[in-house]
């Protein structure tokens, strides 16, 4: 059973534009984590939310993780070709690694 | 060099044959995990381990074994590989039992089974 949703599963926008990616469940979760993997590499974590409503930057980058933490999201704005990649987000719940559900994922390219 | 390092990067094997997909690392974690790929459905975790006496099935275990040789190793096997297999495996480690530490990947296995 996949219980984190991600959409779009596939994004294609110009470089300059905004877009918005979301995680969603029907769990709560304890925290959150946004992780972006480009080709041929493994993830690599862009972020950790453990607050409900908790919000952060990361240069042009903006997570929030959802009052209820059942979901979260990400805006990039000015999307640059560096931005191209899979986003990836994971909830952990109580209990150790054993217990983090990853995202479908969001394949997101920048054209030049 | 990378802190963890997954060997063969790219594997073609037939049905049935048995594969190993091996994992090291430098960053001195004693928690290591397998990971598996699939367009749309995200990762999946096959097995971890939180220290070399410690083995534990993940949610996708069936098909799969480990062996975790010394802190720094950790190996995934297919006995009898099937076409089902075929994926992106990733070695993973981390630093805190804290599901909100950071999952450190290696740069993955590609596995096709004919």
């Known amino acids: 059973t996949q219980l984190l949703e991600q959409s779009p599963q596939f994004l294609s926008i110009q470089e300059g534009e905004n877009l918005t990616v979301y995680c969603n469940s029907s769990s709560v979760f304890s925290s959150l984590q946004w992780y972006r993997q480009e080709p041929g590499e493994g993830p690599v974590l862009l972020v950790t939310v453990v607050t409900g409503g908790e919000v952060k930057k990361l240069k042009r980058l903006t997570f929030q993780f959802g009052d209820a933490r059942k979901d979260s999201s990400l805006h990039i704005t000015a999307a640059q070709t560096g931005d191209t990649g899979l986003y990836l987000c994971?909830?952990?719940?109580?209990?150790?690694?054993?217990?983090?559900?990853f995202g479908t994922g969001t394949k997101l390219q920048v054209i030049p | 060099d990378a802190d963890v390092t997954q060997t063969p990067r790219n594997r073609i094997t037939k049905t049935g044959k048995r594969i190993m997909l091996e994992c090291s690392q430098t960053?001195?974690?004693?928690?290591m995990y397998w990971y598996r790929q699939d367009p749309g459905l995200g990762l999946r975790l096959i097995y971890y381990s939180f220290d070399v006496k410690d083995i534990n099935k993940g949610e996708i275990s069936d098909g799969y074994s480990v062996s975790r040789q010394a802190q720094a190793k950790f190996s995934l096997s297919l006995e009898s590989a099937i076409p089902n297999q075929t994926a992106l495996y990733f070695c993973?480690?981390?630093?805190?039992?804290?599901?909100?530490?950071?999952?450190?990947f290696g740069e993955g296995s590609r596995l096709t089974v004919l």
């Open positions: 993973a480690t981390s630093e805190s039992l804290a599901g909100d530490g950071e999952l450190f």
């Open positions: 994971a909830g952990a719940r109580i209990g150790g690694y054993q217990k983090v559900t």
């Open positions: 960053k001195g974690h004693d928690r």
